[in-house]
Protein backbone atom coordinates (compact mmCIF):
# COMPACT_ATOMS: atom_id res chain seq x y z
CA UNK A 1 0.00 0.00 0.00
CA UNK A 2 2.83 1.73 -0.62
CA UNK A 3 1.57 6.16 -1.44
CA UNK A 4 4.60 7.50 -2.52
CA UNK A 5 6.92 5.90 -4.33
CA UNK A 6 10.08 6.80 -6.19
CA UNK A 7 12.35 4.99 -8.96
CA UNK A 8 15.19 4.44 -8.80
CA UNK A 9 16.35 4.41 -5.01
CA UNK A 10 19.96 4.57 -5.95
CA UNK A 11 21.48 6.40 -9.38
CA UNK A 12 24.62 6.51 -10.25
CA UNK A 13 25.37 8.97 -13.40
CA UNK A 14 28.81 10.06 -14.78
CA UNK A 15 29.06 14.02 -14.46
CA UNK A 16 27.28 15.93 -16.95
CA UNK A 17 25.22 12.87 -18.22
CA UNK A 18 21.44 13.67 -17.72
CA UNK A 19 19.46 11.75 -15.51
CA UNK A 20 16.05 11.15 -14.64
CA UNK A 21 14.15 10.50 -11.13
CA UNK A 22 10.66 10.04 -11.49
CA UNK A 23 7.50 9.74 -8.18
CA UNK A 24 4.42 8.69 -8.37
CA UNK A 25 1.60 8.61 -6.01
CA UNK A 26 -1.61 6.65 -5.15
CA UNK A 27 -3.19 9.45 -2.89
CA UNK A 28 -4.48 11.80 -5.55
CA UNK A 29 -3.09 14.61 -4.08
CA UNK A 30 -3.19 17.93 -5.93
CA UNK A 31 0.34 19.42 -4.93
CA UNK A 32 3.71 17.29 -5.36
CA UNK A 33 6.83 18.46 -4.57
CA UNK A 34 11.15 17.65 -5.14
CA UNK A 35 13.69 18.17 -2.63
CA UNK A 36 17.43 17.97 -2.31
CA UNK A 37 18.56 17.02 0.95
CA UNK A 38 22.24 16.38 1.29
CA UNK A 39 24.05 14.77 4.10
CA UNK A 40 22.66 16.40 8.25
CA UNK A 41 20.62 19.31 5.98
CA UNK A 42 17.09 20.04 5.95
CA UNK A 43 14.99 18.99 2.99
CA UNK A 44 15.95 22.06 0.09
CA UNK A 45 12.81 22.96 -1.43
CA UNK A 46 14.03 22.82 -5.74
CA UNK A 47 10.24 23.15 -6.96
CA UNK A 48 6.51 22.28 -6.26
CA UNK A 49 3.64 21.18 -8.86
CA UNK A 50 0.13 22.51 -8.08
CA UNK A 51 -1.81 20.40 -10.34
CA UNK A 52 -0.42 21.42 -13.36
CA UNK A 53 0.80 24.52 -12.34
CA UNK A 54 4.72 24.60 -12.11
CA UNK A 55 6.34 27.02 -9.36
CA UNK A 56 10.26 27.25 -9.34
CA UNK A 57 11.84 28.56 -6.38
CA UNK A 58 14.26 30.99 -6.89
CA UNK A 59 17.33 29.53 -6.14
CA UNK A 60 16.91 26.79 -7.78
CA UNK A 61 19.79 25.73 -10.62
CA UNK A 62 18.34 25.87 -14.28
CA UNK A 63 19.96 22.53 -14.33
CA UNK A 64 16.89 21.46 -13.01
CA UNK A 65 13.69 20.81 -14.33
CA UNK A 66 10.95 18.89 -13.62
CA UNK A 67 7.27 17.48 -15.72
CA UNK A 68 4.19 16.56 -13.94
CA UNK A 69 2.25 14.89 -17.23
CA UNK A 70 -0.81 13.53 -15.16
CA UNK A 71 -2.05 14.03 -11.00
CA UNK A 72 -0.04 10.92 -10.60
CA UNK A 73 3.37 11.15 -11.53
CA UNK A 74 6.30 13.86 -11.30
CA UNK A 75 10.00 13.56 -13.16
CA UNK A 76 13.09 15.70 -12.03
CA UNK A 77 15.49 16.14 -14.98
CA UNK A 78 19.03 16.86 -14.40
CA UNK A 79 20.65 18.28 -17.48
CA UNK A 80 24.39 17.77 -16.61
CA UNK A 81 24.55 16.74 -12.93
CA UNK A 82 27.55 18.29 -11.07
CA UNK A 83 29.79 16.79 -8.44
CA UNK A 84 27.80 19.17 -5.66
CA UNK A 85 24.22 17.63 -7.27
CA UNK A 86 25.18 14.25 -5.36
CA UNK A 87 22.57 13.95 -2.88
CA UNK A 88 19.13 12.32 -1.47
CA UNK A 89 15.99 13.62 -3.90
CA UNK A 90 12.70 13.52 -2.10
CA UNK A 91 9.23 13.98 -3.88
CA UNK A 92 6.80 14.42 -1.56
CA UNK A 93 2.83 15.26 -2.02
CA UNK A 94 0.07 17.00 0.13
CA UNK A 95 -3.46 18.24 -0.37
CA UNK A 96 -3.88 21.51 -1.25
CA UNK A 97 -3.69 24.24 1.72
CA UNK A 98 -1.45 24.97 4.59
CA UNK A 99 -3.29 22.54 7.30
CA UNK A 100 -2.49 18.89 5.35
CA UNK A 101 0.81 17.21 6.14
CA UNK A 102 3.27 15.88 3.43
CA UNK A 103 3.60 12.71 2.68
CA UNK A 104 7.24 11.41 1.56
CA UNK A 105 8.37 8.92 -0.51
CA UNK A 106 11.65 7.11 0.04
CA UNK A 107 13.88 9.24 -1.68
CA UNK A 108 16.58 8.84 -4.83
CA UNK A 109 19.87 8.69 -3.58
CA UNK A 110 22.05 10.38 -6.83
CA UNK A 111 25.72 9.39 -6.81
CA UNK A 112 28.10 11.48 -9.45
CA UNK A 113 31.11 10.38 -10.74
CA UNK B 1 12.86 35.70 3.82
CA UNK B 2 11.45 33.55 6.46
CA UNK B 3 13.69 31.66 8.32
CA UNK B 4 12.81 28.97 10.92
CA UNK B 5 15.70 28.34 13.54
CA UNK B 6 15.97 24.78 15.60
CA UNK B 7 18.60 24.12 18.03
CA UNK B 8 20.13 21.99 18.91
CA UNK B 9 22.08 20.48 15.50
CA UNK B 10 22.64 17.25 17.60
CA UNK B 11 21.89 15.70 20.82
CA UNK B 12 23.38 13.13 22.37
CA UNK B 13 21.95 11.40 25.15
CA UNK B 14 21.43 7.96 27.33
CA UNK B 15 18.39 5.83 26.90
CA UNK B 16 15.91 7.11 29.79
CA UNK B 17 17.48 10.58 29.38
CA UNK B 18 14.44 13.40 28.50
CA UNK B 19 15.18 15.43 25.05
CA UNK B 20 14.33 18.72 23.63
CA UNK B 21 14.59 20.62 20.88
CA UNK B 22 13.50 24.26 19.78
CA UNK B 23 12.26 25.88 16.95
CA UNK B 24 12.33 29.63 16.85
CA UNK B 25 10.88 31.79 13.29
CA UNK B 26 11.77 34.95 12.47
CA UNK B 27 8.05 35.99 11.46
CA UNK B 28 4.55 34.65 12.92
CA UNK B 29 3.32 31.06 11.67
CA UNK B 30 -0.23 30.18 10.85
CA UNK B 31 1.34 26.80 12.10
CA UNK B 32 3.76 24.38 12.36
CA UNK B 33 4.18 20.76 11.57
CA UNK B 34 7.31 18.77 13.38
CA UNK B 35 8.38 15.41 10.92
CA UNK B 36 10.82 12.37 12.62
CA UNK B 37 13.03 11.19 10.03
CA UNK B 38 14.70 8.17 10.93
CA UNK B 39 18.78 7.30 9.82
CA UNK B 40 18.72 6.11 5.54
CA UNK B 41 14.54 6.79 5.74
CA UNK B 42 12.61 9.57 4.57
CA UNK B 43 10.85 12.36 6.42
CA UNK B 44 7.36 11.24 8.13
CA UNK B 45 4.75 14.17 9.53
CA UNK B 46 4.53 13.30 13.69
CA UNK B 47 2.52 16.46 14.29
CA UNK B 48 0.35 19.89 13.86
CA UNK B 49 0.02 22.82 15.85
CA UNK B 50 -2.29 25.65 14.98
CA UNK B 51 -3.24 27.71 17.58
CA UNK B 52 -1.65 29.95 19.57
CA UNK B 53 -0.37 28.33 23.45
CA UNK B 54 -1.24 24.62 21.68
CA UNK B 55 0.23 21.50 23.53
CA UNK B 56 -0.56 17.81 22.01
CA UNK B 57 0.88 14.92 23.24
CA UNK B 58 1.73 11.78 21.66
CA UNK B 59 2.20 8.96 24.16
CA UNK B 60 6.01 10.15 25.40
CA UNK B 61 6.09 13.30 23.28
CA UNK B 62 5.03 16.70 24.26
CA UNK B 63 4.69 19.54 21.12
CA UNK B 64 4.21 23.34 22.10
CA UNK B 65 3.68 26.05 19.93
CA UNK B 66 4.48 29.44 21.40
CA UNK B 67 1.94 31.98 22.15
CA UNK B 68 2.78 34.34 19.71
CA UNK B 69 3.10 31.66 17.39
CA UNK B 70 6.91 32.12 16.65
CA UNK B 71 8.41 29.14 18.47
CA UNK B 72 7.85 25.61 19.15
CA UNK B 73 9.39 22.83 20.64
CA UNK B 74 9.08 18.86 20.80
CA UNK B 75 9.89 17.32 24.26
CA UNK B 76 10.27 13.43 24.38
CA UNK B 77 10.12 12.09 27.79
CA UNK B 78 12.41 8.76 28.59
CA UNK B 79 14.07 8.52 25.47
CA UNK B 80 14.50 4.92 24.22
CA UNK B 81 16.70 4.03 20.91
CA UNK B 82 13.62 3.78 18.73
CA UNK B 83 13.26 7.40 19.05
CA UNK B 84 16.92 7.40 17.27
CA UNK B 85 16.75 9.83 13.93
CA UNK B 86 16.35 13.81 13.27
CA UNK B 87 13.57 15.69 13.92
CA UNK B 88 12.40 18.65 11.62
CA UNK B 89 9.97 21.76 12.66
CA UNK B 90 8.02 23.03 9.43
CA UNK B 91 7.00 26.27 9.55
CA UNK B 92 4.29 27.68 7.47
CA UNK B 93 3.29 31.62 6.86
CA UNK B 94 0.03 32.60 6.64
CA UNK B 95 -1.73 31.96 3.13
CA UNK B 96 1.41 29.55 2.08
CA UNK B 97 0.76 26.02 1.85
CA UNK B 98 4.97 25.80 1.19
CA UNK B 99 6.70 24.46 4.68
CA UNK B 100 10.10 26.15 5.43
CA UNK B 101 11.38 23.55 7.57
CA UNK B 102 14.08 23.79 10.30
CA UNK B 103 18.00 22.32 9.99
CA UNK B 104 16.56 19.32 11.88
CA UNK B 105 17.61 18.13 15.39
CA UNK B 106 19.73 14.63 15.77
CA UNK B 107 19.11 12.74 18.07
CA UNK B 108 21.23 9.86 19.11
CA UNK B 109 20.38 7.70 22.08
CA UNK B 110 22.72 5.53 23.58
CA UNK B 111 21.66 2.26 25.31
Known amino acids: DAMVIQNPRYQVTQFGKPVTLSCSQTLNHNVMYWYQQKSSQAPKLLFH???????NEADTPDNFQSRRPNTSFCFLDIRSPGLGDAAMYLC????????????FGPGTRLTVT | GQQVMQIPQYQHVQEGEDFTTYCNSS?????IQWYKQRPGGHPVFLIQLVKSGEVKKQKRLTFQFGEAKKNSSLHITATQTTDVGTYFCAGFLGGSYIPTFGRGTSLIVHP
Open chain 1, 49 to 55: YYDKDFN
Open chain 1, 92 to 103: ATSREGALYEQY
Open chain 2, 27 to 31: TTLSN
